[in-house]
């Protein structure tokens, strides 16, 4: 049997009478979180989902009380940027939904930066190992010298 990449059956399924409404849904949801994305502060709009706009009401999943919390300030001044966009909203209700962005880590790590691991390179560690030379015995030397023994690429 012929393997096929996911994509090219999702594409094939969209185009099936029974399936577009959903798949049409599915694409509108993505541009609007894209679009959401780009109004909120880059390091909210990770921990923030849209849900569907219905009887002009946004409904927005997000992490933890500290968003949702920021979130609900940021209220009057979200309405105003989606009205300028076209949307129409009228209220905006928040859920929090805890532990939402360690069950779909994967998920999200392709949307955002992945932690890599620091790796000083061989100029640093030369750089960082003369500083260290310089310093008298201390809690910065030996913080230093861990730091090159930790991070050193070799």
Same mark, same amino acid.
């Given at each position: 049997? @012929?393997?096929?990449?996911?994509?090219?059956?999702?594409?094939?399924?969209?185009? $099936? %009478?029974?399936?577009?409404?959903?798949?049409? $849904?599915? &694409?509108?949801?993505?541009?609007? =979180?894209?679009?959401?994305?780009?109004?909120? %502060? +880059?390091?909210?709009?990770?921990?923030?989902? *849209?849900?569907?706009?219905?009887?002009?009401? $946004?409904?927005?999943?997000?992490?933890?009380?500290?968003?949702?919390? /920021?979130?609900? =300030?940021? !209220? +009057?001044?979200?309405?105003?940027?989606?009205?300028?966009?076209?949307?129409?909203? @009228?209220?905006?209700?928040?859920?929090? =939904?805890? &532990?939402?962005?360690?069950?779909?880590?994967?998920?999200?790590?392709?949307?955002? &930066? !992945?932690?890599?691991?620091?790796?000083?390179?061989? @100029?640093?560690?030369?750089? *960082?190992?003369?500083?260290?030379? !310089? $310093? +008298?015995?201390?809690?910065?030397?030996? @913080?230093?010298?861990?730091?090159? /023994?930790?991070?050193?690429?070799?």
């Amino acid at each position: 049997m @012929t393997s096929y990449k996911a994509s090219t059956y999702l594409n094939h399924l969209s185009k $099936l %009478p029974e399936y577009k409404k959903i798949f049409s $849904l599915i &694409h509108q949801l993505h541009a609007n =979180q894209l679009v959401f994305s780009n109004i909120v %502060p +880059p390091h909210m709009a990770k921990y923030c989902n *849209l849900g569907q706009i219905s009887n002009g009401k $946004l409904t927005i999943m997000v992490e933890n009380g500290a968003v949702a919390s /920021k979130l609900k =300030q940021m !209220t +009057p001044s979200l309405l105003y940027k989606l009205k300028e966009l076209g949307w129409e909203v @009228t209220s905006i209700q928040i859920f929090v =939904q805890a &532990h939402f962005y360690f069950k779909n880590k994967n998920l999200l790590a392709s949307k955002e &930066h !992945t932690n890599k691991k620091i790796e000083l390179s061989s @100029t640093g560690k030369e750089c *960082l190992i003369k500083l260290a030379a !310089t $310093l +008298p015995d201390s809690e910065l030397k030996s @913080t230093i010298q861990s730091f090159v /023994k930790k991070y050193s690429v070799d």
